[in-house]
């Protein structure tokens, strides 16, 4: 016995070239589809677990512009705002605050950074208050500073790696020309905390020259509570601005939607066109093979299995070219990633694209199903191809 | 001659082809009777309608008038039309077909070409067919060829073998020797006699070929359309010696 399943990949194999060109068609549009829809939900993952990583929910900062400030919270960068710490005070007093933390965020031009220099994070921390905030910070070497008037720093995994130091090595903050001993180094956390050097808060104040002031001071909510009457409530406090990373979160993903309605529209055209392909390369194979297909209705096959025949020509060709096209899309993941890097306006520092299992069930099924309905018309067409026709050779189209 | 021993029954067969204004009756009012296990030959010019009619009496087509029955069974007759659905689960009942062109699936083997129909239609006990039908043809040794790799007389064994797979009662065969030479024309010929003589098939022939036609138990000659018997010539040394030597 010989399959239909048989009959028709070995059909497929007879215009080889042919084949192939469709077959990557297919594949190219499969790839681009996970690996947008892999973007669609990487991205936001990786942004929630940034924001996360925060600790906090809420941020006073000092008036100025919010997304500024939210993205140099996230990201490190300049333009400062400053307040001065005794605004601490009220904001811990509210009921629905469960913790707060001052930060002074710092940015200074380190030369030996990249290429052509970079800018350098320091965060100066009171340590007790930070790492309550941030408990899921792990030490891959030594631990917190508790003096908040030394010499000493905490460095993220990365500024670490970068700078090639160990616990009880000494660094040197450029453009200030101050010593700090390497007291501790943090595990890979994924986030903006990985190229982040702490230091002491009070030391930070007076290498600036910014006594009792600090730029942040992060809110930790009471579980459970609402935010907005507290927002309220903290905007009456003099110059002060209250960034919600929930907010901030929602800004974001709206800059980023309509990146994603773009990709999404390319996707739809790349399928698109695979579809008009395969139903090309179908169609052709079906009207070079009209004799054939009606003496095989000389032989016994009834429409049905002429429209079996043809249709799982299709179905072999849309799940072949899905398949390598999800292998393609999960080897050169990491250069999409890239790429959506150095497109996008704002990039959290997590994967961007994640594609998981359930991602490729439902483009593999979606693109199974595109090639059945592709496959109708000419199984259609095939299947009612007439005996007598083919024989007298005429191709009825 | 009782009922069940006809094989195959015209009566006032008529296809008529509208070209424009001009109507063209390429089948005029054939009536014929076939035996179980006959070999009939079909000649005649160009054009006179032989073609036509085989795919008639093959229920390839349906006719403009006339009746036609199969075994006893009525298929065409009185404004009766079957459906294309219904004239091939007859057609895979009954006939099996070959042609000028051999039509064989280039992408499958040669034993792959012959049991090609069992994937869409499978008499009972016919198991085994493709087996005896190749050694019987004479291509045991060509199964695992492609139909590039082997000659055109080979070719026309395997579409003959595959017509053959599920034992139809009936063979109608439109110049099978139309694209072979004198000699593998003649083998051809006598693989069918060989068939109808040892599976006892029912064989319509239609050639351009006087001598081939002599292989045939009945003669027929279309002329414009209208169909006579004729004698089978005396003198037919061939067929005789030929069927001594293969039976
Ligand atoms: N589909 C068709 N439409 C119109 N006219 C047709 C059609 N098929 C056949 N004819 C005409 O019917 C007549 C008989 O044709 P047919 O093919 O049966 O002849 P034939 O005896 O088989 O000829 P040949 O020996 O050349 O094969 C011819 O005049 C032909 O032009
Ligand atoms: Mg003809």
Redesign the interface.
């Known amino acids: 016995?010989?399959?239909?399943f048989?009959?028709a990949y070995?059909?497929l194999?007879?215009k080889r070239v042919r084949s192939l060109l469709t077959l990557m068609g297919i594949a190219v549009s499969a790839w681009v589809l996970v690996s947008l829809l892999g973007f669609n939900q990487g991205y936001e993952t990786s942004l929630n677990k940034d924001i996360d990583n925060m600790g906090f929910q809420l941020m006073v900062m000092a008036k100025g512009c919010p997304y500024e400030a939210a993205t140099m919270m996230l990201k490190g960068g300049t333009g400062l705002k400053y307040m001065d710490e005794s605004i601490m005070k009220d904001v811990a007093k509210e009921p629905e605050v469960e913790k707060i933390t001052p930060i002074l965020m710092s940015a200074v031009f380190d030369a030996n950074k990249g290429e052509s220099g970079g800018i350098a994070g320091y965060f100066g921390v009171e340590p007790k208050s930070f790492a309550e905030m941030k408990p899921f910070l792990k030490f891959r070497q030594g631990g917190w500073f508790t003096d908040t008037n030394s010499y000493e720093a905490v460095m993220g995994y990365e500024a670490a790696e970068l700078e090639q130091r160990e616990v009880g090595d000494e660094i040197l903050m450029p453009e200030k020309n101050v010593k700090f001993k390497v007291v501790g180094i943090l595990n890979r956390t994924g986030t903006q905390d990985d190229g982040t050097i702490f230091v002491p808060l009070k030391t930070t104040q007076k290498i600036f020259n910014r006594p009792n002031e600090i730029t942040t001071i992060g809110i930790k909510l009471k579980k459970g509570v609402n935010s907005a009457p507290l927002e309220e409530k903290l905007y009456q406090l003099p110059d002060v601005q209250i960034v919600s990373l929930a907010q901030v979160k929602d800004t974001i993903m709206k800059l980023i939607s309509t990146a994603q309605v773009m990709v999404l529209s390319i996707a739809t055209i790349a399928i698109l066109i695979a579809i008009v392909g395969v139903i090309n390369t179908i169609l052709t194979s079906v009207w070079e093979r009209f004799?054939?297909i009606?003496?095989?209705?000389?032989?016994?096959?009834?429409?049905w299995?002429i429209f079996k025949l043809i249709w799982i020509e299709t179905v072999i060709l849309c799940t072949t070219g899905g398949v390598i096209g999800v292998i393609l899309a999960l080897i050169l993941s990491r250069i999409t990633d890239m790429v959506m890097r150095a497109v996008l306006p704002y990039a959290p520092s997590g994967g961007l694209v994640l594609i998981d299992f359930k991602l490729i069930l439902i483009t593999l099924v979606g693109i199974v199903c595109i090639g059945l309905l592709s496959g109708i018309y000419p199984a259609w067409r095939a299947g009612r191809i007439?005996?007598?026709e083919a024989?007298r050779g005429e191709a009825a189209r | 001659m009782s009922e069940n021993l006809i094989s195959m029954e015209a009566k006032n067969l008529t296809k008529a082809y509208r070209r424009g204004a001009e109507e063209i009756t390429a089948v005029n009012s054939v009536s014929l009777e076939i035996n179980k296990g006959e070999f009939v030959s079909i000649i005649g010019p160009s054009g006179s309608g032989k073609t036509t009619l085989v795919?008639l009496l093959g229920c390839?087509?349906n006719p403009t008038a006339g009746e036609l029955y199969l075994g006893g069974r009525s298929i065409f007759g009185k404004g009766k039309r079957l459906s294309?659905?219904d004239l091939?689960k007859i057609?895979?009942e009954t006939?099996g077909?070959i042609?000028q062109?051999f039509?064989l699936?280039?992408?499958?083997t040669v034993m792959?070409n012959v049991?090609?129909?069992?994937?869409?239609?499978r008499k009972p006990n016919t198991e085994h067919e493709a087996e005896k039908l190749l050694n019987l043809l004479g291509i045991e040794h060509r199964k695992d060829h492609l139909p590039g790799q082997i000659s055109g007389g080979e070719m026309q064994r395997v579409a003959i073998a595959?017509?053959m797979v599920?034992m139809p009662e009936i063979l109608l065969a439109?110049e099978p020797t139309g694209n072979l030479d004198t000699k593998r024309s003649v083998e051809i010929v006598e693989v069918l006699r060989v068939l109808n003589r040892n599976v006892g098939l029912t064989i319509i022939m239609v050639t351009h070929n006087q001598e081939l036609a002599r292989y045939a138990d009945r003669m027929f000659e279309m002329k414009d359309g209208q169909l006579c018997e004729i004698e089978v010539p005396t003198g037919n040394t061939v067929t005789r010696a030929a069927s001594q030597r293969l039976s």
């Open positions: 016995m010989i399959t239909k048989q009959i070995k059909n194999l007879r004799q054939e009606g003496i095989l209705k000389t032989v016994g096959a009834m429409p299995d007439r005996p007598l024989i | 795919n390839l087509d294309e659905r091939t057609r895979r006939f077909y042609f062109n039509y699936i280039p992408t499958l792959e049991i090609l129909p069992l994937t869409f239609y595959r017509a599920n439109d």
